[in-house]
């Protein structure tokens, strides 16, 4: 029997505690509503970027303060268990605490999908009863080296637009040859063509400037 004298103390002790701790777990105040005000569910953001929490029928207070309606924040990221009532909110890179009473955070994610949530906590970590929680939101944190290889891409386009425009251009304009424009040749220019560009350089000597045999009667 000494052995179950012994056991019944340890029992009521775990069920004092277990007890004790059922009784931190502050029931939810009526009307509250914690809520993600920013980024929007489906967002897109580019990292950093800014989170603000909402409170609604309750306040915020700072961790270790025991406010009747306060309540500080919770962020819980890509997380897939949930929040158990009975046991302070875990402290991990998943589960971010905001104890000085933070209403926003700046997060700086990996790029790819997220979610996010929020719950509420009191003044020693536990969530309310039952937990106060926000939707779970989802969001995608773009990735900003495939922003630049975008920039680097369209700078490479726009070159390239540009020197097609200018290779265009090039291609456009009458090539200036030898002849002039209209390329004459020798044989059009001694036909009369007028070639705008050579005529000037060109000899003004006509085919009947070539001097005449001497007429047979000059002969004595
Ligand atoms: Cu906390």
């Not at 580019?46 to 309540?71: E, S």
């Not at 994610?109 to 719950?119: A, E, F, Y």
Request: with cysteine.
């Amino acid at each position: 029997m000494p052995l179950l004298r012994m056991a019944l103390p340890c029992l009521a002790l775990a069920l004092l505690a277990a007890a004790v701790q059922a009784q931190a777990a502050r029931p939810t105040p009526k009307g509250a509503m914690v809520y993600i005000m920013y980024p929007e569910d489906g967002a897109t953001v580019k990292g950093p970027f800014l989170c603000r929490f909402g409170l609604r029928n309750m306040g915020v207070a700072p961790a270790g303060h025991d406010f009747p309606n306060t309540g500080h924040h919770h962020l819980l990221i890509d997380t897939k268990e949930e929040i158990n009532p009975d046991e302070p909110i875990p402290h991990d890179k998943n589960h971010l605490h905001f104890g000085a009473g933070e209403t926003e955070t700046r997060l700086d994610l990996p790029p790819g999908k997220h979610t996010l949530q929020l719950v509420l906590g009191d003044g020693n970590h536990y969530s309310f009863t039952p937990p106060l929680i926000s939707k779970k939101i989802t969001i995608t944190v773009r990735d900003d080296s495939d922003d630049d290889r975008v920039k680097t891409r369209s700078r490479h386009r726009s070159h390239h637009r540009t020197h097609r425009a200018h290779s265009d251009r090039h291609h456009a304009e009458p090539k200036p040859t030898k002849d002039g424009p209209e390329g004459c040749g020798f044989w059009g220019w001694l036909k009369g063509c007028q070639d705008p560009v050579s005529t000037a350089a060109k000899p003004t000597a006509e085919p009947s400037a070539v001097p005449a045999p001497p007429a047979a009667s000059a002969v004595p």
